[in-house]
């Protein structure tokens, strides 16, 4: 019997949240699965968010080589992009699946559009993705009561009805059979840890809804636990995990202190600025419209608010002129500040010979930012994009990376502030590190195997198919889970080079796309 793989994303799941909710009888049987199998600690990628952590963990490389940064890309008249599957520059595990005769479900993995349509895949798109695609579409009576819901749907009655029809929908695929590997992501820990954080953490009575949809997903977990065949491995793992902060650094005003942003001063800068906030209103308002239990009209609008936001100019969003500025962070969810180049912009101040200079220069100034009451640095990390990634897409990256100490209860923004550091209201971010549980007969009961990083799954799972690994991974195989005994540990590991192949298939898929 061959062996397969079937890896549950519980999407900004920490274990201090999950230890709170399994101690709680809230999601038991994944407590069980934790007694019985092997758990780690994994590390997210820089920053920790989902497009680049999700990225590595599917493709067993540093975002360096695989381009993703951020949900958004960064073109070089200052506008932005949604990233979509087109940005991604590696091959993942369900296209080397493809690549090697394996059939793959994979479903809600980011940036899954467009995809390569193959008989080897069955897809049902990401919720970022411009509208709903499944594929093969003969599929579609199994998946007929998958709804998308928005992530700010969380608070609403209809969030739950939802959650159940995709449950009931990514069964009957499951049950469907005739797959090496399964994959679904659930959004919703993400969305409900940025909305209910401190309820959860404190057991306030406003976390019921969220209670009941982790226990919707722990009956699934148990479900597949359940009715795992004889060579299943069973992987829950998240791409990062959550904190509390309540301070915040204004990474922009500190570096407008230092003369490399300028703020915007000009009648011409402010009318443009009013216009585009004037645009931006109206799609949020048509958004909330949606959003508030009318499914047929969110169905309607989804794609054409898509393309809005995808085409909007975000230098003009902001109370900052990226193009006069010299260096800047973009936008909140970014962990990163850009240097503005004349070898990445088209109208960039600063030449190229300059740039190491500005780039050190920063580095110092954050590095010697300290909190005049506690002296506790606000960054837990700072370093240039060449230390912080490897690989031929480096040069994508903003050129200084910083990760804020959230651990001390430091967050960052990117918005104007009289102030460097402020003291706010308590919210929640994503921090460093998420969870990993494998559960299967050759594994080690109750190993802990310690911290990990986000491409070491790859590996770990091409090689317990019996697959070749990538020859470029940067992540290792976790032999140490599994049995001193077993097959899968005796097995030596095997390399391939899969890109070549694959950039094949992506650009005859990029040409279709396009047209």
């Given at each position: 019997m061959k062996n397969r793989v079937i890896m549950i994303g519980l999407d900004g799941l920490s274990w201090h949240i999950l230890n709170k909710l399994v101690d709680r009888n809230i999601m038991p049987n994944l407590g069980r699965i934790i007694d019985h199998g092997a758990k780690g600690i994994i590390r997210s990628t820089i920053p920790p968010t989902t497009a680049p952590a999700w990225t590595s963990i599917t493709s067993g490389v540093n975002p360096g080589k695989h381009g993703v940064f951020s949900f958004q890309r960064l073109n070089s008249n200052y506008d932005t992009k949604l990233a979509n599957s087109l940005t991604i520059m590696h091959p993942r595990l369900h296209e080397i699946l493809m690549l090697s005769g394996y059939k793959s479900v994979v479903i809600n993995l980011p940036l899954s559009y467009p995809f390569i349509k193959s008989k080897k895949t069955t897809i049902v798109t990401d919720w970022l993705a411009p509208s709903l695609k499944i594929h093969p579409t003969n599929i579609k009576n199994l998946v007929s009561s998958y709804h998308l819901s928005p992530p700010w749907n969380v608070d609403k009655t209809k969030f739950?009805?939802?959650?159940?029809?995709?449950i009931d929908a990514i069964t009957n695929l499951f049950e469907y059979g005739g797959w090496d590997l399964f994959f679904v992501l659930f959004s919703e820990p993400d969305w409900m840890m940025h909305l209910a954080y401190d309820a959860i953490m404190h057991d306030r009575k406003n976390a019921t809804r969220i209670y009941r949809a982790f226990n919707l997903l722990d009956k699934f977990i148990g479900y597949i636990a359940k009715n795992l065949e004889r060579n299943d491995l069973l992987i829950t793992l998240s791409d990062h995990g959550f904190a509390e902060f309540n301070k915040v650094v204004y990474v922009n005003t500190i570096l407008s202190y230092a003369g490399l942003v300028n703020k915007r001063i000009s009648i011409k800068q402010e009318t443009i600025l009013k216009k585009k906030y004037k645009k931006t209103y109206w799609?949020?308002?048509?958004?909330?419209?949606?959003?508030?239990?009318?499914?047929?009209?969110?169905?309607?609008?989804?794609?054409?608010?898509?393309?809005?936001?995808?085409?909007?100019?975000?230098?003009?969003?902001?109370?900052?002129?990226?193009?006069?500025?010299?260096?800047?962070?973009?936008?909140?969810?970014?962990?990163?500040?850009?240097?503005?180049?004349?070898?990445?912009?088209?109208?960039?101040?600063?030449?190229?010979?300059m740039e190491q200079k500005i780039q050190n220069k920063v580095i110092k100034i954050l590095k010697g930012l300290r909190d005049p009451k506690t002296k506790d640095p606000p960054f837990s990390y700072i370093g240039r994009r060449e230390d912080t990634y490897w690989g031929p897409y480096v040069r994508r990256a903003p050129h200084v990376l910083f990760i804020p100490n959230i651990e001390a209860g430091y967050g960052h923004s990117s918005l104007p502030s009289p102030k460097i550091l402020d003291e706010v209201k308590k919210s929640s971010c994503h921090s460093m590190y998420g969870i990993l549980i494998a559960y299967e007969k050759a594994i080690q009961r109750e190993i802990d195997l310690g911290i990990l990083n986000t491409y070491d799954i790859t590996p770990t799972?091409?090689?317990?198919?019996?697959?070749?690994?990538?020859?470029?991974?940067?992540?290792?195989?976790?032999?140490?889970?599994f049995t001193k005994d077993s097959e899968v540990r005796l097995r030596p590991a095997k390399m391939k080079n899969y890109i070549e192949r694959w950039k094949i298939a992506r650009y005859i898929t990029k040409k279709t796309y396009k047209n």
């Open positions: 739950l009805s939802d959650l159940e029809g995709r799609i949020l308002k048509c958004m909330n419209t949606c959003i508030h239990g009318n499914a047929s009209l969110w169905k309607i609008l989804r794609k054409p608010l898509w393309k809005i936001l995808d085409s909007i100019d975000v230098s003009n969003l902001l109370s900052y002129d990226l193009r006069s500025s010299k260096t800047f962070l973009l936008t909140q969810i970014d962990s990163g500040v850009y240097i503005n180049s004349n070898r990445i912009f088209k109208s960039g101040l600063v030449e190229a010979e799972v091409l090689h317990y198919l019996g697959l070749s690994v990538p020859f470029d991974t940067d992540g290792k195989i976790l032999f140490n889970m």
